[in-house]
């Protein structure tokens, strides 16, 4: 991670590199919202206004056969299974000569079979509440934002919505449940962290869990360094820190552009359209070449149509975006306790409270004030090779500003457990979520799959970490000190690559089963 300046750890044990997989399914990434009471989120379906019968009729889905006609596609069809895995990128088939019902038999095919693979965050999932209801945006609110790639719980707050509007309606890969009146509304900053349950697949033969454990008690005694981690602005690739720095010198234009720009990491269509925009200007043409848009490419469809009604529209494009997205990118410019280090309030840290732990550094902002210390001359002297004068932050503060925030320079995770687990097949499925009611078809398949598993040798290892952590700070990062890799997204797919040859014989096991 040395192109994000994420160099340093906080223990200087010379560990060496655990590898592994994070996040090969959507399950070895369980997170669960914590409240300000404390308590971790439990699941609890007794008040969603049916019971778990009619739950199981409605979420079940029957097997759909392909008609004889599309025999002649098979190869075709074969590659949809690479495409929800993201080995490719499409796989175009031509209909034009099926008739309509065998048209329609393929595309139930696909939302059968496919229907729960694409990734939906927060903010998708409140789109698609808002457009079955009939409801605005507005009506809804959450205490913050959650992984992607993942299965996570949180709450969320409707405002003047009556629970019988909502509490018997489940969608594809999105259940609602344990409704509830309150007398106020979710804000930003209202959970106090979050539980993290998470598999990191394909552990070495030669693991040792009596080191690894001695491991464990350090990272829990030494904590992490708490960096942002890798933040991605957008579906290219691009770095935050670069962005809020061209946005704090005023360079709109330069801003729009380093994000509109193609990045190798990015999906053919979307670079396609980027390319397309960089080397016309034409925001309108380019915008047209995204008929299928990623949900992950928000940020750059929100540029293009602006710029599409406005093209020198540079810094009106910028403050379209929403709020939460903008503010993100300027915090992101940026072992031993000094005096003058400053608390999570801002306050000088007296003698007794001068633990490594309770050192906290201000994000740039005009509001917020510096450690009187060579930190804080630290923070003067890269704002001055950036460029950047603290006057800067007072220009633009009304639309990018982050108020007074002050962030742990340690963290140190909680409630930390962990354990080797033996398993056989690449996908096999280590953990459930216990939020996500029962599914009587999935159950039966996954039996099936269970009575296969028990006769075959289990050759992998994972390695299932539980933890706790506060609210913004970033389960990778602690992952980092812990395993001592690198977990940004171009270096799990490397591994991931060297890992896909083996998939072609735990497939035919499986195709057995369906």
């Not at 996040?23 to 990434?29: E, G, I, P, T, V």
């Not at 599309?70 to 690479?82: A, G, H, P, Y």
């Not at 009304?398 to 108020?403: A, E, I, T, V």
């Not at 009587?440 to 398949?445: D, F, L, P, V």
Request: charged letters at 30%; proline letters at 3%.
């Amino acid at each position: 991670m040395l192109s994000n300046n994420i160099s340093e750890y906080a223990s200087n044990e010379d560990w060496p590199e655990l590898k592994c997989i994070l996040k090969r399914l959507y399950s070895d990434f369980i997170v669960i919202e914590i409240p300000k009471d404390g308590n971790i989120l439990k699941p609890n379906f007794n008040n969603n206004c049916y019971d778990e019968e009619e739950n199981n009729e409605e979420n079940k889905t029957e097997a759909v056969e392909l008609p004889k006609e599309l025999d002649c596609i098979n190869e075709q069809i074969s590659k949809f299974s690479q495409i929800a895995e993201g080995e490719i990128e499409e796989c175009i088939i031509d209909l034009k000569d099926f008739a309509k019902d065998v048209r329609k038999q393929l595309y139930e095919f696909i939302r059968n079979k496919f229907g729960k693979t694409l990734q939906t965050d927060c903010k998708d999932g409140i789109l698609t509440v808002k457009k079955a209801k009939g409801l605005k945006p507005s009506h809804f609110s959450v205490s913050g934002t959650k992984d992607r790639r993942a299965i996570t719980v949180q709450r969320v707050s409707a405002y003047r919505v009556e629970k019988r509007r909502l509490c018997r309606q489940n969608f594809r890969g999105l259940w609602l449940s344990d409704f509830g009146y309150s007398k106020t509304k979710l804000e930003l900053g209202d959970a106090t962290g979050n539980y993290f349950s998470i598999i990191l697949r394909d552990i070495d033969d030669n693991f040792n869990q009596e080191e690894f454990n001695k491991r464990i008690e350090q990272w829990k005694s030494n904590g992490f360094l708490n960096y942002f981690g890798s933040q991605r602005f957008g579906a290219c690739g691009v770095q935050t820190a670069g962005i809020g720095r061209l946005i704090l010198n005023q360079k709109w234009e330069e801003a729009v552009k380093a994000l509109l720009k193609p990045r190798s990491d990015s999906s053919m269509k979307i670079n396609k359209c980027l390319k397309h925009y960089t080397d016309s200007g034409n925001a309108k043409e380019a915008l047209q070449l995204l008929k299928y848009p990623d949900r992950s490419s928000n940020i750059e469809i929100s540029l293009l149509r602006f710029l599409s009604n406005y093209p020198n529209g540079y810094k009106g494009a910028l403050l379209a975006l929403p709020r939460n997205v903008r503010t993100i990118r300027k915090k992101s410019f940026g072992l031993k306790y000094l005096p003058g280090d400053l608390d999570i309030q801002g306050n000088v840290l007296n003698d007794e409270a001068n633990k490594i732990e309770n050192v906290c550094l201000p994000l740039p902002s005009f509001e917020n004030k510096l450690p009187e210390n060579e930190v804080g001359e630290w923070y003067k002297q890269i704002a001055k090779d950036d460029e950047i004068d603290y006057e800067s932050f007072k220009k633009i503060e009304s639309h990018f500003g982050l108020g007074n925030v002050y962030r742990p320079f340690i963290v140190k995770p909680k409630d930390v457990s962990w354990q080797l687990l033996e398993y056989s097949f690449r996908d096999e499925q280590l953990q459930i979520c216990e939020f996500i009611p029962k599914n009587e078809s999935n159950e039966k398949q996954n039996e099936q799959l269970k009575e296969l598993m028990i006769k075959e040798e289990k050759v992998k290892k994972a390695l299932k970490i539980q933890f706790t952590l506060p609210s913004g700070t970033y389960a990778t990062i602690a992952l980092r000190e812990l395993m001592r890799i690198d977990f940004s997204k171009e270096a799990q797919k490397e591994m991931e690559l060297a890992c896909l040859d083996v998939k072609k014989e735990e497939n035919k096991i499986k195709e057995e089963v369906e």
